[in-house]
């Protein structure tokens, strides 16, 4: 939207249109949380209050406001250099240095004896050539002349060529034998000069004899530069840092005085100086926030794409994070101790699990992982020491709670979790000390105890949290789900006593439902409770429900069947109007609104058309007005209410014919195309099937009779009071 547009809406007097726009709305949240956040994280890196350079003469007298300790960086890397100096250089030997010697002193030897073998009339050049390359590398070089040194190869004879070979060989043995560095081939060619010099040889065979041998020689120890590097870097490491006092009121930097650079390092240590980049950490820490954003919502887009585009659900999480953020810095400022050792560990007390368990609790429990490990992120960065540690015991202890909160069976399993939570923190603590390798016991028990207030901190604060969370952004999570279940609550206490036989029914249904939901995977709690009040429009007119018929009065007999089509289809929008009245959740309205989906009254239907006549009857009229189920959940409440009146309609219940019935009434809705929306498979159905028949077959076994009560009672009746509860082969189902 431009910004003419925008500020036209607020001169006449319409911002709400701005606030409507989802394209304003949306940035402006993301903005806020960004800024919120950052803030935060930058409010824990203890912005500096000076800005001094050396050598700047000091406007005022500059103190320290606690009691610290600091390191004398200069003279610390003084001390550095002195151990750096005294380490000697690693080297590495050569074991083949002597053989590659010997054989370039034989080759050189070999290749004379070849040119001076050769037919060709003209030697003198290559010989030439070859003592001109020698020498050329010889970095022993004397006044040599080729010439002479050549005229005397000339005339050699192979047997003068051979003891010259074998000095050559025995002076480079003896000159090698002994430890030859880089640095000492000077002094080694100076000793071959003069080895070579003590031969009873021609003038111009000593020199041959020293310059091949002087040019063969090389180090047999190489130097090797990463082992002194590391042996440097090593001793520079070992060096203690010169620490020194710097207590509370203490003058750094008097007024009027010029600034070192020792002075600095001190303010710098302290917190007090002002670094070059300090402007630049507001920049760094909102633009990780915004890369933190940018992963969420790429993970939401391909994992959880359903609250990616829930503008409620996104507020809530983001709520979340920062309310996380917020209390962990908090705490993290919260001084401990004297002992800033001690200090460093406030920020165990960070209650990441509380946000991990909401975000569990109320969003998705997959998505709480992915959450966790942000806010492990967010707590590093609230601390300047110890970050490792810090984001090892904040994402486990959160990962801990999303474990324990996610099938929640009762409200007791949250304390319990704070249990959890704060023995995986003391244990991950432990053992991050143990990993640092200096144990100080007392800091070690304080910071088990400090994670073991978190686990239970945070457990108190989701139990506090979780009621005004679920009641502004209208969720309904386990807990909720949870208290719905009581049999106290005001709907199902008037189910009870205006129609029991549909409260009975309700949860014999919710028992086959939950029987197999987890292995369809569905939310076992949330069907049963779905289950619970799925009839609760019965509540109305119970007497024209069959199971609540107690007396042999039928009321259907005295009206048309459109008329009691209309009245058993009413239950489901009559039942919607009392769940709102009631303001449960939309979750449970779902239920209550799809649960026969599209189905047909069949048995009215087939009624009225033998009455009227084939093709005066409008099958629409005798339809549910749905809609159909859009979840498992809902589906799986569908066929569990159909199953249970069916099989109960059954006159001698037992394996087989529960079996038969049961996979009839799985066909039927299956050909009625109501499942064509949920996402149930065929593997699911299968699995439905196998459960509802084992929960069935055991509530209608076999019983022994008692001669002594026994009577029989025959009712020969059609019961026509409830739809869904006719025999399968009158009701439709």
């Known amino acids: 939207m431009k910004f003419a547009n925008m500020f036209r809406y607020v001169i006449d007097g319409k911002p709400s249109r701005i606030l409507r726009n989802p394209n304003v709305v949306k940035p402006a949240v993301v903005f806020i949380f960004i800024a919120i956040i950052a803030t935060t994280l930058f409010s824990a890196t203890n912005p500096q209050q000076v800005s001094l350079r050396l050598d700047e003469v000091a406007k005022r007298n500059i103190v320290s406001e606690t009691n610290a300790v600091v390191v004398d960086e200069k003279r610390t890397a003084e001390l550095s250099e002195e151990a750096a100096a005294k380490v000697q250089k690693s080297y590495q030997e050569d074991r083949e240095a002597l053989n590659s010697a010997r054989a370039q002193v034989n080759g050189v030897y070999d290749d004379f004896k070849a040119v001076l073998a050769s037919p060709e009339s003209d030697k003198r050049t290559p010989i030439r050539g070859q003592l001109e390359e020698l020498v050329s590398r010889n970095e022993a070089k004397g006044g040599y002349n080729l010439t002479t040194l050549t005229n005397y190869l000339l005339t050699a004879s192979p047997e003068d060529l051979e003891k010259m070979r074998q000095a050559s060989l025995g002076i480079l043995d003896n000159v090698m034998s002994k430890p030859i560095t880089q640095e000492a081939?000077?002094?080694?060619?100076?000793e071959v000069s003069g080895e070579a010099g003590k031969i009873a040889f021609n003038a111009a065979a000593v020199e041959i004899v020293q310059i091949i041998t002087i040019d063969a020689v090389r180090p047999n120890l190489i130097y090797n530069r990463q082992a002194t590097e590391l042996a440097i870097e090593q001793a520079r490491n070992a060096v203690e840092p010169v620490r020194k006092n710097?207590?509370?009121?203490?003058?750094?930097?008097?007024?009027?005085?010029?600034v070192t650079a020792e002075q600095i390092s001190v303010l710098e240590q302290l917190g007090i100086q002002r670094t070059e980049n300090y402007s630049l950490v507001l920049v760094g820490l909102a633009g990780f926030v915004l890369l933190t954003i940018w992963l969420v919502r790429e993970y939401l887009k391909?994992?959880?794409?359903?609250?990616?585009q829930n503008d409620k659900l996104l507020l809530l999480l983001g709520l979340i994070v920062v309310l996380v953020v917020l209390l962990a810095r908090a705490l993290i400022a919260v001084q401990i101790a004297?002992?800033?050792?001690i200090n460093a560990m406030a920020g165990y007390l960070a209650p990441v699990a509380f946000g991990s368990m909401l975000v569990a609790i109320l969003i998705d429990n997959r998505l709480a992982y992915f959450i966790t490990m942000i806010l492990a992120l967010f707590v590093g960065l609230l601390t300047e020491s110890n970050q490792l540690a810090l984001i090892t015991v904040a994402f486990v202890g959160g990962t801990v709670g999303v474990y324990r909160v996610?099938?929640?069976?009762?409200t007791g399993d949250l304390a319990r979790a704070g249990f959890y939570i704060a023995i995986a923190n003391a244990a991950a603590i432990?053992?991050?000390?143990?990993?640092?390798?200096s144990v100080n016991i007392s800091a070690v028990l304080v910071g088990i105890l400090?994670?073991?207030?978190?686990?239970?901190l945070s457990a108190v604060l989701t139990i506090g949290a979780l009621p005004y969370l679920e009641s502004a952004f209208s969720i309904t999570s386990m807990i909720k789900l949870l208290e719905l279940s009581n049999p106290n609550h005001e709907l199902l206490k008037r189910l009870l006593i205006e129609a029991p036989g549909t409260y009975h029914h309700s949860l014999m249904v919710g028992n086959l439902a939950e029987a197999s939901a987890q292995a369809v995977g569905a939310n076992p709690l949330l069907v049963r409770v779905g289950a619970y009040f799925h009839d609760i429009g019965k509540i109305k007119r119970p007497e024209y429900f069959v199971e609540n018929q107690r007396g042999f009065d039928e009321p259907h007999n005295k009206i048309a069947p459109a008329l009691s089509a209309l009245i058993i289809i009413s239950h489901v929008k009559e039942g919607?109007?009392?769940a709102r009245e009631a303001r449960l959740p939309e979750v449970l309205i779902d239920f209550i609104a799809s649960h026969h989906g599209t189905s047909l009254a069949k048995y009215f239907y087939t009624q009225a058309i033998a009455e009227e006549g084939e093709g005066m009857v409008n099958e629409d009229s005798f339809r549910y007005e749905g809609p159909k189920p859009q979840t498992k959940e809902v589906a799986l409440v569908m066929l569990a209410d159909a199953v249970e009146a069916a099989v109960r309609s059954l006159p001698n219940p037992n394996m087989d014919s529960i079996r038969i019935m049961v996979n009839k009434i799985i066909r039927d809705k299956l050909n009625d195309h109501q499942l064509d929306e949920c996402d149930l498979t065929f593997k699911d159905l299968d699995i439905l099937g196998d459960s509802f028949c084992n929960v069935l077959g055991g509530v209608h076994h076999k019983r022994i009779e008692y001669p002594d009560i026994v009577q029989e009672l025959t009712i020969r009746r059609a019961p026509r009071g409830n739809d869904d509860n006719q025999p399968a082969d009158q009701s439709g189902i």
């Open 576 to 578: 919607v109007e009392l």
């Open 406 to 410: 996610t099938r929640l069976s009762q």
């Open 430 to 437: 432990l053992a991050m000390e143990l990993i640092t390798g």
């Open 450 to 456: 400090l994670g073991v207030i978190s686990g239970i």
């Open 246 to 258: 710097v207590l509370a009121g203490e003058v750094i930097v008097r007024e009027g005085d010029r």
């Open 338 to 341: 004297d002992r800033p050792e």
């Open 185 to 190: 081939l000077p002094g080694i060619y100076t």
């Open 302 to 308: 391909r994992y959880h794409r359903d609250v990616l």
